[in-house]
């Protein structure tokens, strides 16, 4: 599937229908989060389980799990789970739930993540039956209630604030405090807080990266994430580095700008950064080829 349609037709499902999803997808699903603990979770510290009972992870995550403790209903989730606090494992572990958020788009499943980094500890422990880790977020999935998204899009309009390609930001009704940032405020050229400039990035061939990539999702709408643009390379960088959930806000914003890249063509190569520098406001969290 081309990138750029996910990102323009992803929603974040919050009701699901109350029917299980079928068994040979279940099979699908679990092979897909084998793969990616095989492959590479092992050795990077997390993994992906599936909880196939969503009545009994809903029954101990409601009142103190979901948004503002109101806990999301699904068939079934998807946690993350995490063998150590290392910032490097964060950023991996939301960099490849993202691609599980895409294959569950692509067989025609909601998804939603759900964050539970708060929910004490004794309630994690169980739904992860007392193993070894931590699980700080999980993903519900299961078959969108049509009736109440088409309420959920009703809500949402586009306005159209300039005549320029930054101009096209989705606004809820409620204000406009979940309107993406323009392209302009989060690339910079060379160095931190030089914007790049529109027919900058259109005349490198990648200005369709950064016009879309804004559609990543991030905690609570903050927009954690910033690129720079130096010698063939965009570095990822977050600011308020102390908050670990901005690395969780990059992994997925990582797989986001290589999944655009790559439907352009572009290789895209990337790696994770160890930024030791502690005086600037923002951290450098990855580099990938542009």
């Known amino acids: ?87 490097e494992t964060e950023f991996l572990g939301a960099y490849f739930m993202q691609s599980v ?55 949402l309009h586009v306005q159209n604030i300039s005549t320029s390609p930054y101009g096209y930001k989705i606004i809820e009704d409620k204000g406009i405090d979940n309107a993406r940032l323009a392209v302009g405020e989060i690339v910079y050229l060379n160095q931190w807080g030089n914007e790049a400039s529109y027919d900058e990035l259109e005349n490198r061939g990648i200005a369709d990266i950064f016009f879309y990539v804004r559609n990543a999702p991030s905690y609570k709408n903050m927009q ?3 690129f720079i643009l130096k010698d063939g390379e965009a570095y990822l960088a977050i600011l308020n580095p102390e908050n670990i959930e901005n690395y969780v806000d990059a992994g997925i914003m990582m797989y986001t700008a290589e999944g655009l890249a790559k439907d ?27």
């Not at 929603?11 to 590479?40: C, P």
């Not at 510290?45 to 992870?57: A, H, K, P, W, Y």
């Not at 109101?70 to 150590?84: A, F, Q, R, T």
């Not at 994690?124 to 007392?130: F, G, M």
């Open 1 to 87: 599937m081309n990138f750029k349609d996910f990102l323009t037709n992803i929603q974040s499902i919050r009701n699901y229908e109350d029917t299980n999803v079928e068994s040979f997808i279940l099979s699908d699903i679990r092979a897909y989060l084998g793969e990616i603990n095989t492959t590479v979770g092992r050795e990077k510290g997390f993994s992906l389980i599936l909880f196939e009972n969503g009545q009994d992870v809903f029954k101990k995550l409601e009142g103190v799990g979901g948004y503002s403790g109101v806990m999301i209903k699904s068939p079934h989730y998807i946690g993350l789970k995490l063998y150590n606090e290392n910032a």
């Open 101 to 155: 958020v895409k294959k569950l788009f692509e067989i025609e499943l909601g998804s939603c993540w759900i964050n539970i980094r708060n929910v004490p500890c004794n309630v994690k422990a169980e739904l992860l039956n007392d193993e070894n880790g931590n699980i700080n977020y999980i993903l519900a999935l299961g078959k969108a209630d049509e009736k109440a998204l088409k309420q959920k899009s009703s809500s």
């Open 224 to 226: 954690p994430c910033r």
């Open 264 to 290: 352009l063509g572009i290789p895209s190569k990337w790696t994770f950064v160890k930024d030791n520098d502690e005086n600037k406001e923002y951290k450098v969290v990855a580099k990938i080829e542009l």
